[in-house]
Antibody, heavy 116, light 109 residues
Framework: QVQLQQWGAGLLKPSETLSLTCAVSGGPFSGYFWSWIRQPPGKGLEWIGEISHNGIPKYNSSLKSRVTMSVDTSKSHFSLKVISVTAADTAVYYC??????????WGQGALVTVSS | EIVLTQSPTTLSLSPGERATLSCRASQSVRSHLAWYQQKPGQAPRLLIYGASNRATGVPARFSGSGSGTDFSLTISSLEPEDFAVYYCQQRANWPPDGSFGGGTKVEIK
């Protein structure tokens, strides 16, 4: 059973950098896309982007200028950084594992609040 | 960017009834469409991938159909645990994004 365990700072001030990491256990790291999705409180899902096991990223065009994703295959980790956060970045952030067909496994979600 | 439009926004039905949810894409995504179920406080759960393939462990009352720009998710007979929000997601190769629809809430009538 694949498990995704995510962590990172939950409270940020405007202009700071959001940083989240997701650890994968119970399954292979290679051969999949590793994704980040967010959900503002009471709203729908927003695809932030994904990265392949060999480090090739795809980003949502609306966030591309502020987002960086990376993988550490030696630790079976992948990470998300979002610079210059604002209140609009307040959301539950999910990591997920999938392929071209969809995301089969999800992390538990982490609430990130941006507030001065 | 491919835009997915889901309808209706809310579907009010009783247990045992049939639910039909729609997802329309602004351009063809062929069969690269997935459906997810989300309950309050939980991560989404993949139900359907490749437009019509049930994910592991998904009951047979859930079925997906469609290709190109028009897709549907059908729940043949609603069980109490099916009342939730459902999202579609496109997985087209180009443009390279995985955008979601706005969601359909299936609520108890």
């Amino acid at each position: 059973q694949v498990q995704l365990q995510q962590w990172g700072a939950g409270l940020l001030k405007p202009s700071e950098t959001l940083s989240l990491t997701c650890a994968v256990s119970g399954g292979p790291f290679s051969g999949y896309f590793w994704s980040w999705i967010r959900q503002p409180p009471g709203k729908g899902l927003e695809w932030i982007g994904e990265i392949s096991h060999n480090g090739i990223p795809k980003y949502n065009s609306s966030l591309k200028s502020r987002v960086t994703m990376s993988v550490d295959t030696s630790k079976s980790h992948f990470s998300l950084k979002v610079i210059s956060v604002t209140a609009a970045d307040t959301a539950v952030y999910y990591c997920a594992r999938g392929n071209v067909e969809g995301y089969f496994d999800w992390g538990q979600g982490a609430l990130v609040t941006v507030s001065s | 960017e491919i835009v997915l439009t889901q309808s209706p926004t809310t579907l009010s039905l009783s247990p045992g009834e049939r639910a039909t949810l729609s997802c329309r894409a602004s351009q063809s995504v062929r069969s690269h469409l997935a459906w997810y179920q989300q309950k309050p406080g939980q991560a989404p759960r993949l139900l359907i991938y490749g437009a019509s393939n049930r994910a592991t462990g998904v009951p047979a009352r859930f079925s997906g159909s469609g290709s190109g720009t028009d897709f549907s998710l059908t729940i043949s007979s609603l069980e109490p645990e099916d009342f939730a929000v459902y999202y579609c997601q496109q997985r087209a190769n180009w443009p390279p994004d995985g955008s979601f629809g706005g969601g359909t809430k299936v609520e108890i009538k």
